[in-house]
């Protein structure tokens, strides 16, 4: 999914949490955007370029059609190692939210698109079993 939907979809989940959790919706809507930075990190390892620009028009275009990129803020371990420290201090809960929010969209996504479920790792455990078995 890119941004602009992640954008306005955290938007309207920080205006309906708000009430609840006060100012701590910046966490979650900050959380909720930005773990989609790991693309442009992937972009980077796999490219050898800094160029964001170059980065962010390859992944419109659908340029970058590897199967299985690794995102790593898109680990389903890291969301419940995250959602574990959560149980300990509230600022790894709102993260967790935020989180668990980003990857309902982009599972919905997928969803909608199924081509793209083979473009991403979701898991530690999947990716090492996948690159030792081959
Ligand atoms: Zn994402």
Redesign the pocket.
């Known amino acids: 999914?890119f941004p602009l939907p992640h954008v306005i979809f955290s938007t309207i989940l920080s205006i309906i949490l708000y009430p609840f959790i006060g100012s701590n919706v910046i966490i979650v809507w900050s959380a909720s955007i930005f773990?989609?930075i790991d693309h442009y990190f992937w972009y980077i390892i796999n490219n050898k370029s800094w160029n964001f620009y170059q980065a962010y028009t390859k992944h419109k275009n659908q340029e970058l059609r590897k199967p299985y990129k690794f995102h790593i803020f898109?680990l389903v371990e890291l969301l419940i190692l995250i959602g574990l420290l959560g149980f300990y201090n509230k600022i790894f809960f709102y993260i967790f939210i935020g989180m668990l929010f980003?990857y309902i969209l982009?599972w919905i996504d997928m969803y909608r698109h199924p081509d793209m479920i083979k473009g991403r790792t979701w898991s530690l455990i999947m990716y090492f079993k996948r690159k030792w078995s081959t």
Do not use: K, L, R, T
């Open positions: 999914m773990i989609d898109h980003h982009d």
